[in-house]
C-alpha cells in the first residue's frame, strides 16, 4: 500500500522561502507521476505543481508560476517543492499525491490516487 509523508511545513514571513518534501513508500516510486496541492481555510483543493516519472515538471498553476518549483529524486524516492517570495495567499495545507503514470502528471484531484496528511504552511504579513 502505497504512503506519502509530507515535510517542511511552518510559519514564514511574507518574502521568504521553504521547502516542502514527500517521501514515497510502499511502491515502485520511479512509475508514479506525482503532484502537489493545496487547500486553503475554506476554500477547495487546488493544483500547484506536478511531476512525471521522468522528472519533467508539468506547468504550474499560475497563482505560483515562476515562485514555486517541484522536483524529484528516484534514488530517494522523494518530490520536493521549493516555494519562493511566499505571500500570505500561500497559506495554506500542502498535500502531495501520486498516481500511475499515464503519460503526464495529473492537474486535478480526481487524476490522483494516493494523498499524504498534508504540511501546513502560514504565511504572515
Known amino acids: 500500500q502505497v504512503k506519502l509523508v509530507e515535510s517542511g511545513g511552518g510559519l514564514v514571513q511574507a518574502g521568504g522561502s521553504l521547502r516542502l518534501s514527500c517521501t514515497f513508500y510502499?511502491?515502485?516510486?520511479?512509475?508514479?507521476?506525482m503532484g502537489w496541492f493545496r487547500q486553503g481555510s475554506g476554500k477547495e483543493r487546488e493544483f500547484v505543481a506536478a511531476?512525471?516519472?521522468?522528472?519533467?515538471?508539468?506547468p504550474a498553476a499560475d497563482s505560483v508560476k515562476g515562485r514555486f518549483t517541484v522536483s524529484r529524486d528516484n534514488t530517494k524516492n522523494a518530490v520536493s517543492l521549493e516555494v519562493l517570495r511566499l505571500e500570505p495567499e500561500d497559506t495554506a495545507t500542502y498535500y502531495c499525491?501520486?498516481?500511475?503514470?499515464?503519460?503526464?502528471?495529473?492537474?486535478?484531484?480526481?487524476?490522483?490516487?494516493?494523498w499524504g496528511q498534508g504540511a501546513r504552511v502560514t504565511v504572515s504579513s
Open positions: 499525491a501520486a498516481h500511475e503514470s499515464f503519460g503526464m502528471p495529473g492537474r486535478t484531484a480526481s487524476d490522483y490516487t494516493y
Open positions: 510502499g511502491g515502485a516510486f520511479s512509475s508514479y507521476d
Open positions: 511531476i512525471s516519472v521522468s522528472g519533467l515538471p508539468a
